[in-house]
C-alpha cells in the first residue's frame, strides 16, 4: 500500500486542487437536484406555476410537456392508449437522456440521490461491512416485472411503490407514510446493502442506463498515464466496476468510461489530484502517451 492509499478519500485532491475543486460536481449536482425539486414545488408551495406534475408527467409554462418514458411504457403494456401529448414528452425525456447519458438522471435530478449518498457516507463513516450485494442484473428482472405486474394489472405497477415519485407527492401533499418509504431506501443502503438501492435495485436507473447506452456524453480517464495508485476514484464512484476498463486499459484501448452503469456524477473527476479524468464527448478516444527518451537523448542533453 502506497503512502497516498492511506490518506482520507479526496484529501490529496483538496490538498492539490483546493476544497472547492475537488468537490464542484457534487456542489453542481446537488444544485441540479434541488433546481428541479424547486421547480415543481413552487406551484403548490408559492403558487408560482411554472411547472405543474411530478417527475413522472408534467408540464412546463403550460406549453411543454415531460413525460418519464418508463411510465409510458407501464402504462401501454396495462392497456392504456397514451394520448399524443404524452407520447411527445415521452419522446422528448428519452432523446435527453439518450443523448446525454441515461444515468445522468440519477445523479443529477433524482431526489433520492442525496438520501443514498447520505446513507454510503454514515456507511463509511462507521466502518460497517460492505453487506449482502445482489447481482447487478437485478435492476433488470425487476424492471420487467414491473412490465408484467403492469399488464396483468392493468395500472402502472411500480408508481405504486416509487420513492421518487411519492417522496414528489409527499413534499406537496404532505409526507405521512413516505417518509417510511424513505427511510426504508436510506436503512436499506446504509445496514443491508451497500449503494444497493441505485446499484443492484432501481429499475427507474435500469430504464435510463438502457436508453443512454450510446449517449455523447462520457467520462475519459485520458491523462491515465498519470495515475499514482490512489484508488480514491474507486472509493467515490457509485459504479466503480466501471473504471476499470478505461482507465487501466492498454495503449490502443479506449480511455472513455463506455459501461451503461456510469451515472457521469464526476465524482472520479473531482477526487483525483492528478486529473486522469475529463468529461467528454464518445468519439474523443485521445489519450495521453508515455514519453519514451533514449539514451542517446539523454546522453546529448548531458553535454
Request: net charge positive.
Amino acid at each position: 500500500m502506497s503512502s497516498k492509499t492511506r490518506l482520507p478519500v479526496g484529501q490529496e485532491a483538496i490538498q492539490v486542487k483546493g476544497w472547492l475543486r475537488a468537490h464542484r460536481f457534487l456542489l453542481l449536482r446537488r444544485l441540479s437536484q434541488t433546481f428541479f425539486l424547486l421547480l415543481f414545488l413552487l406551484g403548490p408551495w408559492f403558487g408560482v406555476w411554472w411547472v405543474t406534475g411530478t417527475l413522472a408527467s408534467s408540464r412546463t409554462f403550460d406549453l411543454l410537456p415531460l413525460t418519464d418514458p418508463f411510465v409510458l411504457l407501464q402504462s401501454v403494456f396495462a392497456g392504456h392508449l397514451p394520448e399524443l401529448t404524452a407520447l411527445a414528452g415521452a419522446l422528448i425525456v428519452l432523446a435527453v437522456y439518450a443523448l446525454i447519458g441515461g444515468r445522468v438522471y440519477c445523479s443529477w435530478v433524482c431526489p433520492i440521490n442525496p438520501v443514498t449518498d447520505a446513507a454510503y457516507w454514515l456507511h463509511d463513516r462507521l466502518g460497517l461491512q460492505k453487506g449482502w450485494q445482489p447481482k447487478r442484473s437485478t435492476r433488470y428482472w425487476l424492471l420487467g416485472t414491473a412490465l408484467v405486474v403492469s399488464a396483468l394489472t392493468g395500472t402502472i405497477a411500480w408508481e405504486l411503490i416509487n420513492p421518487i415519485t411519492m417522496l414528489h407527492r409527499g413534499l406537496v401533499f404532505g409526507m405521512g407514510f413516505v417518509w417510511a418509504l424513505v427511510a426504508a431506501v436510506f436503512i436499506f443502503d446504509l445496514a443491508v446493502s451497500r449503494r444497493g438501492w441505485c446499484g443492484h435495485v432501481c429499475p427507474v436507473g435500469a430504464f435510463y442506463g438502457l436508453a443512454g447506452t450510446k449517449s455523447m456524453l462520457r467520462v475519459s480517464a485520458a491523462n491515465r498515464i498519470d495515475c499514482d495508485d490512489c484508488m480514491d476514484c474507486y472509493a467515490v464512484c457509485p459504479e466503480n466496476h466501471v473504471i476499470s476498463p478505461a482507465l487501466k486499459g492498454k495503449d490502443g484501448d479506449t480511455p472513455l468510461i463506455l459501461s451503461p452503469d456510469c451515472t457521469n456524477c464526476g465524482r472520479c473527476i473531482d477526487v483525483c489530484s492528478v486529473d486522469v479524468f475529463a468529461f467528454t464527448h464518445r468519439y474523443d478516444n485521445r489519450a495521453k502517451k508515455a514519453v519514451s527518451v533514449t539514451v542517446d537523448t539523454v546522453d546529448e542533453q548531458a553535454a
